[in-house]
């Protein structure tokens, strides 16, 4: 039959062979992660069986974890059941990770820290299991993925992704009617196809007594090669379960197992209803509940007819299907009994006993939602937001008063969207909204929805929540009115419509209560250049000492100060507020916001701290890996696509705007569009394409040369006119300059000023060139802004350089080489070097090019281990285990020129200052 050892699975060869491949990729310092994805009954179980003693006899240590329905929402049950076996190691994890495993698994007594965040969680894992591979290679099992609770699944999926170079295997199985898109995401998939018509004929073959003549031909019929159902219906004797109308193949399944279960006696199928309802293979709990459970002959009858397996202490039905079956079988009335029993003896398990007084409730039930509520906050405590949404669901389907109901889903959606849940966090404000008498809480859950729509992609449709809710609260509820004003400012803004900026400035108007830094963000937001003056004093002002004793900026208000400075070109003060804030750090979730970290990481890039700006990649992909797509993720994606256009990865800058394009579809979300375009200007520039160039950076602009977004698009101006330069479109480019210079006011930063003047130079036909770059590049006024200060004096020097005066042209190229070569703009350092020979000047390539034909991660890492730090602190930094870290850096060295550690700071240079 199709389930044991390999010996004895019949037609799955290949399959098996496929499988073994993935362990022995280990030899190359490679782990693998396989999913196996097939309906019920196929012979998933059976492959990883097989596959595992097949480890096993090669050596190596196996861990496993099997989802059950009954732990599905119990937080982290199944990273606690695949890391119970080696808890015991935690002891030898760095500090922050040994507090998020065991804050997780509620073995923290300290209220006073904060939940776990999931990517130190990760983490965690990783950095146990690494170790534990570097003593024998492991092997990771996980059946029934798709029962798996959702925060085991997260900590999975990370792992899958950070492999390389680790002694690390993973092999996972589930149905594809609920395949976890997590795992499907950050593993390999296989869909196991059912058994051909000779395997089929062969495993009938195998039965005690194999099925003959038109018995097996409607056998193989039924079965449709699945390996279960070929094993199950030759055992039938009832012609009639042959004969029925056709049904799905679990259901059918299912009727085959009820059969079997009428025959047995009375108090094995009671057990049996308890061992099914707890859903655990802990066999002490039906000890101590049903007292014929003591007795083994009343589990031999179930024992005899193949559906339970006793191992010891471990009770475990045959298939989940055979559960199932039981489950189904009995009354509903015999169903909420069980659960009910179960409850009062797990009276100390606090969340199973919530979950079975759920169960066991018929209609609205106060104690089973009021524990159900306290399970949740527990689940939050230990940083399973998604176990504590469901409890906190169910719990509000069980109140009894429509209030308790509003209440318990605005804490589901709360929980929810603190954890970047949005899309499920605004469908379960909506129903709070719709369901609430209480106008209080009316307002909270509306509030609640326009947030989740604003961080999702619906950007028209949260514009129009937001002002609508702004409007019903102006008179009712200020306070709260100006509160959802200030999110749809940042919506207009994201945005980039006139009209939408024009409606949030004329409400804006209608509040004479809004004042301070509220009604400053919302004028910053919808047009900054109109109240520069006003919002760069508070931004000053707002980093100059403080008196003592005066209370700290709020978390909004240092979001809204640092959003602020980066639309003004303050880019320092940006950084500074990043950095004060911490929007990286895992351990002050009041400042975990996803727009902030955005913020810091195009300030970072625009400061010339490209390591900063790809930290801040890293982490946002990482959390995105295991949530819905968002604003803020396609934006990282535009950040990350810019960022590698001017590393010159053109094939990856391509590749992720290509994937915004598709994501953002006709939606209004016109800086993200106009941002993308521009990674995509770049990396044509970067390929030495200038028409094509030229092409996507014109479509920052609309036809009469008005900005398709209203702040990010008029700094492309400079890149736009070099473009034209080179592809002869300098009369169309001249049209988008005009447009600026009349509509753009004077009160504008220095850097959009040097862009503006270098985009002059560029098209200049008046003979005043030179003095528009040397306007430009005067006091050194692009410096903050290195790699733009650097593109300027290039074109000067090629300008120069053009115009017969070769020795003037040498000091501005070889000042842009320095820093092009310092940031690892590697095409425009290899441009600016052409240009130097050009005027006569030879200079040695130093071995810090070579960085450039290192990944990212590479180059994250030799950076950062230049710094001094080790590697287990450059794992934490970048989520990944020592031993990953060790093994990229011998990979590198080489490709660098050097044989040890100590070598990187000259090579490199120290770069902590940026930190």
Same mark, same amino acid.
């Given at each position: ?12 060869? /290949? ?140 900590? #999975? ?45 062969? !495993? ?67 057990? #049996? ?113 998604? $176990? ?33 849940? +949005? ?13 609430? =008498? ?14 989740? !729509? ?17 409007? $019903? ?41 809004? /004042? ?45 100060? $640092? ?52 930290? =801040? ?195 501005? !190229? ?26 006569? +000047? ?46 990229? #850096? ?26």
């Amino acid at each position: 039959m199709s389930t044991g050892t390999a010996a004895e699975l019949v037609g799955r060869d /290949s399959e098996l062979a496929l499988l073994r491949q993935c362990l022995t990729a280990q030899h190359a310092d490679d782990g693998t992660a396989v999913l196996l994805v097939a309906e019920a009954g196929i012979g998933k179980t059976a492959l990883l069986d097989a596959t595992a003693a097949h480890a096993a006899q090669a050596g190596m240590r196996i861990l496993r974890v099997r989802g059950t329905q009954g732990e599905a929402d119990l937080a982290f049950a199944g990273l606690h059941q695949l890391l119970r076996p080696v808890l015991s190691r935690t002891h030898a994890l760095p500090p922050r990770q040994k507090h998020a495993l065991e804050a997780a698994f509620g073995l923290e007594d300290d209220d006073q820290v904060h939940s776990p965040d999931r990517l130190l969680l990760g983490l965690a894992t990783l950095t146990l299991l690494s170790d534990l591979a570097t003593e024998t290679p492991l092997l990771i099992v996980v059946d029934d993925a798709h029962w798996v609770d959702s925060g085991s699944l997260d900590a #999975l999926s990370f792992l899958a992704r950070r492999l390389d170079g680790e002694a690390i295997s993973i092999l996972a199985a589930c149905r594809p009617e609920a395949l976890p898109e997590t795992l499907g995401q950050a593993m390999r998939s296989i869909a196991l196809a059912p058994l051909d018509e000779p395997a089929s004929h062969a !495993l009938l073959d195998t039965q005690p007594t194999p099925p003959a003549g038109r018995h097996r031909m409607r056998i193989l019929e039924y079965a449709n090669g699945n390996p279960l159902a070929l094993v199950e219906l030759a055992r039938c004797t009832d012609p009639e379960q042959l004969t029925a109308a056709p049904l799905p193949i679990n259901r059918r399944l299912e009727g085959l197992f009820a059969a079997q279960l009428a025959m047995l006696p009375p108090a094995t199928r009671d057990v #049996l209803l308890i061992a099914a309802a707890v859903d655990a293979p802990d066999l002490s709990i039906v000890l101590g509940i049903a007292p014929d459970a003591a007795d083994p002959a009343t589990w031999q009858p179930a024992e005899q007819a193949d559906l339970i397996r006793i191992n010891g202490s471990t009770i475990s039905f045959r298939h989940p299907l055979i559960r199932s079956a039981v489950y189904q079988a009995a009354s509903q009335p015999e169903r909420r009994q069980a659960h009910l029993q179960l409850a009062e003896a797990l009276s100390q398990d606090f969340d199973r006993r919530a979950w079975h007084l759920a169960a066991s409730a018929f209609g609205p039930d106060d104690d089973a939602a009021a524990a159900l509520e306290k399970t949740a906050e527990r689940a939050v405590g230990r940083g399973a937001t998604e $176990s504590a949404a469901a409890a906190l669901e169910r719990a509000a389907a069980l109140s009894t008063t429509a209030v308790r109901q509003a209440e318990r889903l605005i804490k589901a959606a709360n929980v929810l969207a603190v954890d970047d849940h +949005v899309e499920r966090a605004e469908r379960l404000a909506a129903h709070a909204a719709g369901t609430s =008498v209480d106008e209080g809480l009316r307002r909270q859950a509306e509030m609640l929805r326009g947030w989740a !729509l604003s961080a999702g992609l619906r950007q028209g449709e949260a514009f129009t929540h937001l002002m609508a809710t702004a409007r $019903s609260l102006s008179k009712t509820a200020p306070e709260a009115a100006l509160q959802a004003l200030a999110v749809g400012a940042a919506v207009a803004n994201h945005a980039g419509s006139d009209a939408f900026r024009q409606e949030v400035a004329a409400a804006l108007d209608r509040m004479p209560h809004a /004042s301070g830094l509220h009604r400053l963000w919302v004028r910053t937001a919808i047009d900054l250049l109109a109240c520069r003056a006003e919002a760069l004093a508070a931004v000053r002002e707002a980093l100059a000492p403080r008196p003592p004793g005066s209370p700290p900026h709020s978390p909004r208000e240092q979001i809204w100060l $640092s959003g602020m400075a980066w639309l003004l070109d303050e880019t320092a003060a940006a950084l500074r507020f990043g950095r004060n804030c911490n929007p990286l750090a895992r351990d002050r979730p009041e400042f975990r916001n996803r727009q902030m970290a955005l913020t810091y990481g195009w300030a970072a890039l625009e400061h010339g701290w490209w390591p900063q700006t790809r930290a =801040v990649i890293d982490e946002a992909t990482a959390a995105a890996a295991t949530r819905p797509l968002g604003r803020a993720e396609v934006y990282v994606m535009t950040l990350e696509a810019t960022l590698c256009a001017l590393q010159g990865d053109t094939d990856q800058a391509h590749h992720l705007a290509g994937q915004v394009f598709d994501l953002i579809g006709d939606e209004v979300v016109n800086q993200i569009r106009a941002r993308t375009h521009w990674a995509v200007g770049l990396a044509f520039a970067a390929s030495d394409d200038h028409a094509a160039a030229f092409t996507s950076l014109r479509r920052m602009f609309h036809p009469d040369g008005a900005p398709l977004h209203f702040h990010a698009s008029p700094y492309a101006i400079a890149d736009l006119a070099q473009a034209a330069v080179r592809s002869g479109n300098t009369d169309d480019a001249r049209t988008v300059l005009a447009n600026l210079l009349n509509t753009l006011p004077n009160s504008r930063s220095a850097r959009l000023d040097g862009r503006l003047l270098h985009a002059q130079a560029l098209l200049d036909d008046t003979g005043r060139a030179d003095d528009l770059f040397r306007a430009a590049l005067a006091e050194d006024r692009l410096a903050p802004w290195p790699f733009e200060h650097a593109q300027t004096h290039l074109a000067h020097g090629q300008w120069l350089r053009r115009n017969g005066r070769i020795n003037d042209a040498r000091a501005p !190229l070889t000042h842009a080489l320095e820093i092009f070569q310092r940031l690892g703009a590697t095409p425009w350092a290899s441009r600016t070097a052409t240009e130097l020979r050009a005027a006569g +000047v030879t200079r040695h390539t130093p071995a810090v090019h070579a960085l450039g034909d290192l990944s990212a991660q590479q180059q994250q890492i030799v950076h950062l281990a230049a710094q001094g730090m080790t590697n287990r602190e450059i794992g934490e930094r970048l989520f990944l285990s020592p031993r990953t870290v060790g093994h990229h #850096l011998y990979r590198v060295f080489p490709k660098l020129g050097i044989a040890s550690r100590h070598q990187l700071r000259d090579l490199v240079g120290d770069d902590s200052s940026a930190d």
